[in-house]
Nanobody
Framework: QVKVVESGGGLVQVGGSLTLSCAVS??????????MAWFRQGPGKERDIVAS???????HYADSVKGRFTISRDNSKNTLSLRMSSLQPEDTATYYCAAEAGYRAECPALTTDFPYWGQGTQVTVSS
């Protein structure tokens, strides 16, 4: 069984920074997390991908966060981070960590491609 747990959300002012963390654990944690990603879901919106990273550190970012967010991972610990800077009110959302085991050149981008999910952590950017 694979368990995914996020942490690090909170309230931040416009222009501020925040770092989210995610840990994948379980008997097959390493094999189950070839691709790891952050998704977010704002109020009344669909859950969309924010950034992803493969085990070999190939990254992809949504256009809306390029240059502001940085995704990273520690393969030895099966952990994932998202450093968010220059936060804006439109970044307010519940952020989810996701993992999947498929071996591929780059990570998929749809929620249906990821079988393992955390419970989500709230990020609120106040103006």
């Amino acid at each position: 069984q694979v368990k995914v747990v996020e942490s690090g959300g909170g309230l931040v002012q416009v222009g501020g920074s925040l770092t989210l963390s995610c840990a994948v654990s379980g008997d097959s944690a390493s094999a189950s997390s070839y691709c790891m990603a952050w998704f977010r879901q704002g109020p009344g919106k669909e859950r969309d991908i924010v950034a992803s990273i493969t085990k070999f550190y190939y990254t992809h970012y949504a256009d809306s966060v390029k240059g502001r967010f940085t995704i990273s991972r520690d393969n030895s610990k099966n952990t994932l981070s998202l450093r968010m800077s220059s936060l804006q009110p439109e970044d307010t959302a519940t952020y989810y960590c996701a993992a999947e085991a498929g071996y591929r050149a780059e990570c998929p981008a749809l929620t249906t491609d990821f079988p393992y999910w955390g419970q989500g952590t709230q990020v609120t950017v106040s103006s």
